[in-house]
């Protein structure tokens, strides 16, 4: 193993960081996502700061039957700046390990398989987050570039070809070939890949604003946001977002290849030539009905992916966009390769393979093709503590190089190998054979229909129109964006004729009809006549006509409105009627708000339910004093679901753009939903990207959980035990099912211990103060204070131990014990009304002492919020921790039931 001294420099983050709580998201099935048990260890989230001061060895990563991981390199000195963030290799088998600060490292790889002959072969490059190996050069993108390194071409980052021309090893020119402004944010430049056509292709993040000198004829344009009611206040970064460039050798040209991505790290091309990404989701909204998982994308030509910051990111649904393969739920996706040109057996060596940064993984992803298009299955290779993986590359030996690292931590490079037998590559092959011609056949076909994304001419025209509806997504998208790239005179007018949807969308997306000609001609369809998916591709076209080119008419209005509006509420489908009433809404349709809240009431997601509330804070007619109090109702129940950081911000703008339109009476009269009752997130609750610095204080800053899940079958685990009052009280359910374990991930940077702490679950304003707030109480004949809560009774003093592993991994526990629990604690309550309850949170001793008090305050936290979900007053309890001052001594997975407490308190 090599040991590299490092050098110590402040440098900014590299990747995004995610402090994940495992809460039972409420995701949509079609996002392959229902639930987020079935995920790692929540305590490897915090395995990112310990690995500032630790490598991991081999002997702590486990890989799958008949492979081996060994470390081949670390360092012997922390330092932020030493961290490795990308992996190449050279035509001659030298290995190239970019520094997270700047500097390039360089090792030799000897005929054991040994690194040897270390060697910094570049000094100046900054951040190089992505290498590549071509034309005898070294690609590098440079990102995020500090004031200190002003020697460095005027200083900027961009993309760089160096190259050593006199064969010393050492980089003697250095060639910026597209220089870019320091990015937004930490979705920067990122890697580079080599493709089958000899084009060097390169992505970046949705930080990064486009080239000027992007090619004209790129296959991906005409963008724009294309939502009629936006999501949030602030638009954030415009369209496209993230994107993908290709170039030649000599960066002469710059070709957008597609976009809609938000931080896809990495891309590869397997062993037929087509493109696949993994795009990082944005896990601080996972609750929010835009919120799309980490998802495998395979990448066409003119490909758009939807990703619009700031909660516009398009439904999956869209004709104009394109579909993930596969999604791989919470992660931070870096490095990707497929493994057909490795010694892996089959079916390993089909597969493609992701690095997860936050979760120490290597996951591999089995991809079978459906017709033109994929569908995937997600296994791990290989997984440990501390084990960062910053990216991937199979060496000159056809074994796996992957690296650790990013933010400062202790960075290392491991080497995967197949023990068995080497098997035949005709494996590959022959399962390869399996279903090819039909699959060959449309990729053909869909390589034709690209061939007119770039070049126009009559034949071009024709073949777009002829496969303009055709049963293949893939295939129809690639002729509507063919189509639109072919001169108007050419194609309009049988398009009009047409009822394909995608034909409808390229007309929607032109300027190459009369205004209200394609209005006219959707407004005639017979909707009866379509089937659901042709349906919501129309309903798609009538929000691009609008979001392109304006609110219609009073007359074309009217009758849209109208045509519109006998669909509404659809009885099946949800996508149409999300598109529905966002049409109508945004049309000014009178009485839509009812069926709208009546569909937000019966939502089953939390996705569902914040995009129906999203809709009506966009309506300004169908407003009565019981539609406000439905919707503020409704924002009650999203409220208290357990959310990522951004949770409550967009429950606080869905509520205050119905409150603030309210009059003093109705302010009255709605008194008891007008308040937040959750006022802050836990420590455990946070989805903090650390690409905006605030992984590091999440747990600091943060409070206590929300009080309640939307679905009240959610499993939970947790468990209690008198120490004072009782030898043992019974399981008190978290909101999260691995709660225990989730706290893990959260280590307060400032944290002080604290005696007590208050709930932060707050009750409306009580009716006396309200009513002498507003003096106009009386103004409304029969409107007054509404639905307020009942005085807390006095409560007072029973101490229960949290207990650390009664939270087992993956572990739940059923409905029965948990209203047990409840019942048991609202029993001793109506006995003795003046009793309280110090909750007193444990932790085990194999963490840290600061993190140990944190775990224990979280567990402490969880079950106070439980109670007071459940109508328990808030102030009968109060909480503490000893974190691993007392650790438990109770037998693991033991479930007690309050069965003894009130013989107890007599």
């Known amino acids: 193993m090599v040991l590299i001294e490092m050098t110590t420099r402040n440098t900014p983050l590299f990747l995004c960081s995610i402090v994940l709580s495992l809460s039972p998201f409420a995701l949509r099935a079609e996002d392959g996502v229902t639930s987020l048990y079935d995920l790692p260890d929540p305590a490897l989230t915090s395995m990112w700061k310990k690995a500032r001061v630790a490598t991991p060895s081999a002997e702590r990563i486990e890989v799958a039957q008949g492979f081996e991981v060994e470390m081949l390199a670390s360092s012997n000195y922390i330092s932020r700046d030493g961290s490795w963030i990308s992996l190449e290799f050279d035509d001659k088998g030298n290995v190239y390990i970019g520094r997270e600060d700047k500097g ?369 997504r893939l295939v129809r998208y690639a002729a509507r964006v063919a189509l639109e790239n072919q001169p108007a005179e050419m194609w309009v007018e049988q398009a009009l004729e047409s009822s394909a949807p995608a034909a409808m969308i390229a007309l929607a997306r032109t300027e190459s009809v009369e205004r209200g000609a394609l209005l006219k001609r959707m407004n005639q369809l017979k909707f009866n006549k379509l089937g659901e998916e042709e349906l919501v591709g129309i309903l798609r076209a009538y929000e691009l006509e609008f979001a392109r080119h304006g609110m219609p008419d009073p007359r074309e209005r009217a009758e849209t409105v109208e045509k519109l509006g006998k669909l509404f509420p659809h009885e099946t489908s949800t996508e149409l009627n999300q598109l529905l009433a966002e049409l109508l809404i945004y049309l000014g349709a009178p009485d839509i708000m009812e069926p709208l809240l009546e569909l937000a009431a019966s939502s089953a997601t939390t996705q569902e339910l914040s995009h129906y509330l999203m809709l009506a804070a966009h309506s300004e007619r169908g407003w009565s004093l019981e539609s406000k109090r439905s919707y503020l109702k409704a924002v009650r129940r999203l409220e208290v679901y ?145 639905d307020a809560p009942p005085a807390a009774p006095e409560l007072g003093t029973i101490s229960i131990a949290i207990e650390p592993h009664l939270f087992p991994k993956k572990s739940a526990i059923n409905n029965g014990d948990r209203e047990r629990f409840y019942q048991d604690i609202l029993a001793v309550l109506n006995t003795y009304p003046k009793a309280k309850f110090q909750l007193i949170g444990h932790a085990d001793d194999t963490q840290w002492a600061q993190t140990n008090y944190d775990i224990g305050m979280n567990r402490a936290r969880f079950t106070a919020n439980y109670l007071i979900s459940r109508g328990i007053p808030k102030e009968s309890l109060t909480w503490t921790s000893v974190g691993d001052q007392q650790p438990s001594t109770l037998s693991p997975r033991r479930l007690d039931v309050l069965v003894h407490l009130n013989a107890e308190l007599e």
Do not use: C
Request: glycine residues 10%; hydrophobic residues 40%; aromatic residues 8%.
């Open 104 to 472: 390039i490292w360089r090792f030799s790889l000897n005929e054991k398989g040994e690194l040897v002959d270390p060697r910094m072969v570049d000094e100046q490059v900054v951040q190089p987050s992505g290498m590549l190996w071509a034309y005898d050069s070294l690609y590098v993108n440079s990102n995020r570039p500090a004031d200190e390194y002003r020697d460095l071409e005027a200083g900027v980052g961009g993309l760089y070809r160096l190259q050593d021309k006199d064969g010393d090893g050492l980089f003697e020119t250095r060639d910026l070939l597209l220089q870019a402004n320091q990015s937004r944010g930490p979705h920067g430049r990122n890697h580079l890949k080599l493709g089958p056509d000899g084009m060097i292709y390169f992505l970046s993040g949705e930080d990064v604003d486009l080239p000027e000198s992007a090619a004209a004829n790129s296959p991906y344009r005409n963008y724009r946001e294309d939502q009629l009611l936006s999501r949030a206040k602030d638009q954030g970064t415009s369209a496209p977002g993230g994107h993908l460039i290709r170039m030649d050798e000599k960066g002469s040209f710059f070709q957008l290849v597609a976009g809609g991505f938000r931080n896809a790290v990495d891309l590869a091309f397997d062993a037929q030539g087509e493109m696949f990404t993994v795009d990082a989701a944005a896990d601080t909204e996972a609750t929010m009905s835009w919120y799309r998982p980490s998802r495998l994308l395979h990448v066409a030509n003119g490909g758009e992916y939807g990703w619009r910051s700031d909660g516009r990111e398009w439904p999956s649904y869209y004709e104009d966009s394109l579909p993930a393969v596969t999604h791989i739920g919470l992660a931070s996706p870096t490095g990707v390769e497929f493994a057909h040109e490795s010694t892996f057996p089959a079916p390993w060596r089909n597969r493609l393979l992701v690095g997860d940064w936050t979760y120490g993984r290597i996951l591999a992803i089995d991809l079978s093709t459906g017709g033109n298009g994929y569908e995937g299955s997600v296994e791990v290779l290989a997984e440990g503590q501390l084990m960062n993986v910053t990216d991937l590359a199979f060496g000159p030996d056809s074994n796996l190089y992957f690296t650790t690292g990013g933010q400062g931590t202790k960075p290392g490079l491991y080497r995967i190998k197949w023990q068995g037998v080497a098997p035949r590559k005709a494996d590959a092959d022959e399962q390869a054979q399996q279903g090819k011609s039909q699959v060959e056949m449309l990729r053909e076909l869909r390589s034709q229909l690209e061939f007119f994304q770039v070049s126009s001419s009559e034949q071009g025209a024709k073949l777009a129109l002829h496969y303009i509806n055709h049963p293949d």
């Open 642 to 786: 357990p959310g990522g950081h951004t949770h409550l911000a967009y429950v606080k703008e869905l509520r205050d753009r119905v409150v603030d339109q309210l009059s003093a009476p109705e302010k009255l009269a709605l008194s008891s939903w007008t308040q937040p009752m959750v006022t802050a997130l836990p420590d455990s609750v946070l989805l903090a990207d650390a690409g905006d610095q605030s992984a590091e204080v999440a747990s600091a800053s943060a409070a206590a959980p929300p009080a309640v899940s939307i679905d009240p079958t959610a499993d939970g685990t947790a468990s209690v035990a008198a120490v004072a009052a009782s030898p043992s009280l019974p399981v008190a359910p978290a909101m999260d099912p691995t709660a225990g374990d989730t706290v893990a991930a959260v280590e307060a940077a400032d944290a002080s211990p604290e005696a007590t702490a208050e709930p932060v679950a707050t009750e409306p304003p009580a009716l006396a103060a309200s009513a002498a707030m507003d003096p106009t109480a009386e103004a409304i004949s029969g409107v007054g204070p509404q």
